[in-house]
C-alpha cells in the first residue's frame, strides 16, 4: 500500500510461486512485478494454463487482465488485442463492476504506449466514469498525460487542469497510493515550470506534499522524484527573483539523489541556477563537478530524465564561455542510443515541444561559441519556434535574447522587443530581466518605444560601441540601410551625433542589453557612461 514493491517481492518469494501457492499470493505478486517494470515475469507466474485453471471468475478475469498488461508492455498491439477479449469475457462473466474498471483503464495504458492517444483517452474516460477510489485518479491521471502529449497549442495548460483535478480527488480517496501521489505532485511541478507567467505564478511557496492528505513524502525520503520536484520549484523561485530560495531547493535536490547520474543532474540544476544568478565561480565549480561524474557514466543505462544533464552541463558551460568543454557535453548526449523512457512523459525527441526547445537552444549556443553563427541563428529560431508552440514563455524569451544577440540576425530588433516583453509582463523581478539589463527601459521609454524595431536595433547596436559599418556587418543590414535608420534616430531623438544619442539614452535610463546574467554591472556601465559624457550623477 505504501509503494514499498521490493518489500512485496521479498515477502512474497524472488521466483515464481507456482500453481500450488494461493492465487491471491501469486496475482499479488504478478500485480507487484507489474509496477517493477517486469512484464516477463508476470507472463512467468501466470501462464496461460495456470489461468485457465482458476474456479472463481472474478479472479480468473483478473489474472487474465494482469497477462493483458505485461503482455502489452512488451508489444502494445498485442496486449490491446488480448485485453479487448478479457473485457467481453468480464462481461460474459458478470465479474465485479471494479474489475471491468479497471480493465479498462489498463485498455488505455495499452493504447497511450502505442501512442494511440485517441483511444487511450475513451478508455480512460470510461474507467473514470466507472472505477472507484485510487483507480478514478489513475484514470484522471492518464488523461492528464495525453493531453500534454497532443500538438495543440493548450497542451500542457490543458494537462496542468487535469493533474490538479486528479489532486483534488485523491484528497477525498480513502486508499493511499504513495506511487501515484508522487507523480501527481511531480508532474504539477514541472507544468507550472512550464507555464509560469503571469496567470500561472505556482504553489511552489508552499511545503509540496501538503496539498494530498497523508502526505507523498516523508521528511527525509529521497528519490528521483523529489529531486525533480525540488528542481523545477528551484527554477520557479529563480523566475520569482528568490534568488536564495531556488539555490535552496537545488540544493535539496542534490541531497535527495538516488544514483550518480541523478547526482550529475542535480550538480548541472546547480550549475545553471547559478550562472542565472549571477555566480559564475559557483556555476563553473557544479558544472566541472557534474562534467567529472559524467565521463565515468554509461549513460545508455540511464533512464528517463537522468541523461538530460549532460545537456544542461553544455548549456552552463556555453554561458561561461567554454565551448570545447560545451561541445563535449552535447557530444555525450547525442550519443546516447537508448530510447528514453515513454510510458508516462513521451520525452522522446521530437514529440515533447519543451525537449525539442531546449535540445535546439544548446545547440545554437555550441554553434555560437564555435562561431559559425547562420547555424546559430537557425538553431536559436527552431527553440523560439517550440517553445511558442506550447507556452514555455520564459524558455522562449531566453533563446530570442539569444538569437538577437547572434551576429547577422537582421531581425534583432524584433526578436529583443518580443522577449522584453514577456519579461515585462511575467517575470519583471527574474534573471531575465537582470540579463537584459537597463535595454529593458526601451520598452516602456515613450521615446524610444516609438521607435521602430529594426531602428531600436541600431540604436542598441550603437550603445554597444559599434559604429555604422560594424551595425552593418552585425545585422546583416546594408550600409546605407543602416545610415538611413540612423539618420530616422537622430530625427526623432533631436540628436544630431552618435555621441549625443549615447548621452540622450544614459540620461533616460537606457543602455545596451548585458547579455550576460550580472544585472548590477549592466547598471553601473549606464552610469559609468553617464559620467564619462557629461560629467553628472544621475539622480
Same mark, same amino acid.
Request: hydrophobic share 45%; aromatic share 6%; net charge neutral.
Given at each position: 500500500?505504501?509503494?514499498?514493491?521490493?518489500?512485496?517481492?521479498?515477502?512474497?518469494?524472488?521466483?515464481?510461486?507456482?500453481?500450488?501457492?494461493? &492465487?491471491?499470493?501469486?496475482?499479488?505478486?504478478?500485480? *507487484? +512485478?507489474?509496477?517493477?517494470?517486469?512484464?516477463?515475469?508476470?507472463?512467468?507466474?501466470?501462464?496461460?494454463?495456470?489461468?485457465?485453471?482458476?474456479?472463481?471468475?472474478? @479472479?480468473?478475469?483478473?489474472?487474465?487482465?494482469?497477462?493483458?498488461?505485461?503482455?502489452?508492455?512488451?508489444?502494445?498491439?498485442?496486449?490491446?488485442?488480448?485485453?479487448?477479449?478479457?473485457?467481453?469475457?468480464?462481461?460474459?462473466?458478470?465479474?465485479?463492476?471494479?474489475?471491468?474498471?479497471?480493465?479498462?483503464?489498463?485498455?488505455?495504458?495499452?493504447?497511450?504506449?502505442?501512442?494511440?492517444?485517441?483511444?487511450?483517452?475513451?478508455?480512460?474516460?470510461?474507467?473514470?466514469?466507472?472505477?472507484?477510489?485510487?483507480?478514478?485518479?489513475?484514470?484522471?491521471?492518464?488523461?492528464?498525460?495525453?493531453?500534454?502529449?497532443?500538438?495543440?497549442? *493548450?497542451?500542457?495548460?490543458?494537462?496542468?487542469?487535469?493533474?490538479?483535478?486528479?489532486? /483534488?480527488?485523491?484528497?477525498?480517496?480513502?486508499? /493511499?497510493?504513495?506511487?501515484?501521489?508522487?507523480?501527481?505532485?511531480?508532474? &504539477?511541478?514541472?507544468?507550472?515550470?512550464?507555464?509560469?507567467?503571469?496567470?500561472?505564478? =505556482?504553489?511552489?511557496?508552499?511545503?509540496?506534499?501538503?496539498?494530498?492528505? !497523508?502526505?507523498?513524502?516523508?521528511?527525509?525520503?529521497?528519490?528521483?522524484?523529489?529531486?525533480?520536484?525540488?528542481?523545477?520549484?528551484?527554477?520557479?523561485?529563480?523566475?520569482?527573483?528568490?534568488?536564495?530560495?531556488?539555490?535552496?531547493?537545488?540544493?535539496?535536490? @542534490?541531497?535527495?539523489?538516488?544514483?550518480?547520474?541523478?547526482?550529475?543532474?542535480?550538480?548541472?540544476?546547480?550549475?545553471?541556477?547559478? &550562472?542565472?544568478?549571477?555566480?559564475?565561480?559557483?556555476?563553473? +565549480?557544479?558544472?566541472?563537478?557534474?562534467?567529472?561524474?559524467?565521463?565515468?557514466?554509461?549513460?545508455?543505462?540511464?533512464?528517463?530524465?537522468?541523461?538530460?544533464?549532460?545537456?544542461?552541463?553544455?548549456?552552463?558551460?556555453?554561458?561561461?564561455?567554454?565551448?570545447?568543454?560545451?561541445?563535449?557535453?552535447?557530444?555525450?548526449?547525442?550519443?546516447?542510443?537508448?530510447?528514453?523512457?515513454?510510458?508516462?512523459?513521451?520525452?522522446?525527441?521530437?514529440?515533447?515541444?519543451?525537449?525539442? !526547445?531546449?535540445?535546439?537552444?544548446?545547440?545554437? +549556443?555550441?554553434?555560437?561559441?564555435? !562561431?559559425?553563427?547562420?547555424?546559430?541563428?537557425?538553431?536559436?529560431?527552431?527553440?523560439?519556434?517550440?517553445?511558442?508552440?506550447?507556452?514555455?514563455?520564459?524558455?522562449?524569451?531566453?533563446?530570442?535574447?539569444?538569437?538577437?544577440?547572434?551576429?547577422?540576425?537582421?531581425? =534583432?530588433?524584433?526578436?529583443?522587443?518580443?522577449?522584453?516583453?514577456?519579461?515585462?509582463?511575467?517575470?519583471?523581478?527574474?534573471?531575465?530581466?537582470?540579463?537584459?539589463?537597463?535595454?529593458?527601459?526601451?520598452?516602456?521609454?515613450?521615446?524610444?518605444?516609438?521607435?521602430?524595431?529594426?531602428?531600436?536595433?541600431?540604436?542598441?547596436?550603437?550603445?554597444?560601441?559599434?559604429?555604422?559599418?560594424?551595425?552593418?556587418?552585425?545585422?546583416?543590414?546594408?550600409?546605407?540601410?543602416?545610415?538611413?535608420?540612423?539618420?530616422?534616430?537622430?530625427?526623432?531623438?533631436?540628436?544630431?551625433?552618435?555621441?549625443?544619442?549615447?548621452?540622450?539614452?544614459?540620461?533616460?535610463?537606457?543602455?545596451?542589453?548585458?547579455?550576460?546574467?550580472?544585472?548590477? +554591472?549592466?547598471?553601473?556601465?549606464?552610469?559609468?557612461?553617464?559620467?564619462?559624457?557629461? !560629467?553628472?550623477?544621475?539622480?
Amino acid at each position: 500500500m505504501r509503494g514499498d514493491f521490493d518489500a512485496v517481492i521479498a515477502l512474497l518469494g524472488a521466483s515464481r510461486l507456482g500453481g500450488d501457492a494461493s &492465487i491471491e499470493a501469486r496475482l499479488l505478486r504478478a500485480r *507487484t +512485478l507489474l509496477k517493477l517494470q517486469r512484464p516477463a515475469d508476470v507472463l512467468d507466474e501466470l501462464s496461460a494454463d495456470d489461468v485457465g485453471g482458476i474456479v472463481d471468475a472474478d @479472479e480468473r478475469v483478473t489474472a487474465a487482465m494482469l497477462r493483458g498488461a505485461a503482455s502489452a508492455r512488451l508489444d502494445p498491439a498485442r496486449g490491446i488485442a488480448e485485453l479487448a477479449r478479457v473485457a467481453l469475457d468480464a462481461a460474459r462473466l458478470r465479474a465485479h463492476p471494479s474489475i471491468g474498471a479497471e480493465v479498462a483503464y489498463l485498455r488505455a495504458v495499452a493504447h497511450w504506449s502505442a501512442y494511440e492517444l485517441g483511444e487511450a483517452e475513451r478508455f480512460a474516460q470510461d474507467a473514470e466514469r466507472r472505477g472507484r477510489d485510487v483507480l478514478v485518479v489513475r484514470a484522471m491521471q492518464l488523461r492528464a498525460f495525453i493531453a500534454a502529449a497532443r500538438p495543440a497549442p *493548450t497542451r500542457y495548460s490543458d494537462a496542468l487542469a487535469l493533474f490538479r483535478a486528479a489532486s /483534488r480527488r485523491y484528497a477525498r480517496c480513502h486508499e /493511499r497510493n504513495v506511487g501515484l501521489a508522487t507523480i501527481i505532485l511531480e508532474q &504539477i511541478a514541472s507544468l507550472e515550470q512550464t507555464l509560469r507567467s503571469a496567470t500561472v505564478a =505556482g504553489t511552489h511557496g508552499g511545503t509540496r506534499g501538503r496539498a494530498l492528505p !497523508g502526505g507523498a513524502f516523508g521528511p527525509a525520503v529521497s528519490s528521483a522524484a523529489r529531486l525533480r520536484i525540488n528542481y523545477n520549484d528551484a527554477w520557479l523561485f529563480a523566475l520569482d527573483g528568490d534568488d536564495v530560495a531556488a539555490f535552496g531547493a537545488m540544493r535539496d535536490a @542534490e541531497e535527495h539523489a538516488t544514483t550518480p547520474a541523478w547526482r550529475v543532474r542535480a550538480l548541472a540544476g546547480r550549475a545553471a541556477i547559478a &550562472i542565472v544568478c549571477g555566480e559564475p565561480a559557483g556555476a563553473r +565549480l557544479h558544472a566541472d563537478a557534474a562534467a567529472a561524474m559524467a565521463a565515468r557514466i554509461d549513460w545508455n543505462a540511464t533512464t528517463d530524465e537522468e541523461r538530460l544533464a549532460c545537456l544542461e552541463i553544455a548549456e552552463v558551460y556555453a554561458h561561461l564561455g567554454k565551448p570545447d568543454a560545451a561541445a563535449d557535453a552535447l557530444a555525450r548526449y547525442d550519443s546516447v542510443a537508448a530510447p528514453m523512457e515513454v510510458t508516462q512523459t513521451l520525452r522522446e525527441r521530437g514529440r515533447d515541444p519543451r525537449l525539442t !526547445g531546449w535540445n535546439a537552444y544548446v545547440v545554437g +549556443l555550441v554553434h555560437r561559441g564555435a !562561431g559559425d553563427f547562420a547555424a546559430a541563428a537557425n538553431a536559436f529560431r527552431r527553440a523560439v519556434e517550440a517553445f511558442g508552440s506550447c507556452g514555455y514563455l520564459w524558455r522562449e524569451a531566453h533563446a530570442l535574447i539569444d538569437l538577437a544577440g547572434t551576429e547577422g540576425v537582421r531581425e =534583432g530588433g524584433a526578436h529583443l522587443d518580443r522577449a522584453v516583453g514577456i519579461i515585462r509582463d511575467n517575470f519583471p523581478r527574474s534573471f531575465l530581466a537582470r540579463r537584459l539589463g537597463p535595454w529593458t527601459r526601451a520598452a516602456v521609454d515613450p521615446l524610444v518605444s516609438s521607435l521602430t524595431a529594426a531602428e531600436r536595433d541600431v540604436l542598441r547596436h550603437l550603445l554597444e560601441g559599434r559604429s555604422q559599418r560594424e551595425i552593418a556587418a552585425a545585422s546583416g543590414r546594408a550600409y546605407n540601410t543602416v545610415r538611413t535608420q540612423m539618420q530616422a534616430l537622430h530625427r526623432k531623438l533631436g540628436t544630431s551625433s552618435e555621441h549625443q544619442i549615447v548621452v540622450a539614452c544614459a540620461r533616460r535610463g537606457i543602455a545596451a542589453p548585458s547579455w550576460s546574467f550580472s544585472g548590477p +554591472l549592466a547598471v553601473r556601465g549606464c552610469e559609468q557612461a553617464l559620467v564619462a559624457c557629461e !560629467g553628472i550623477v544621475p539622480a
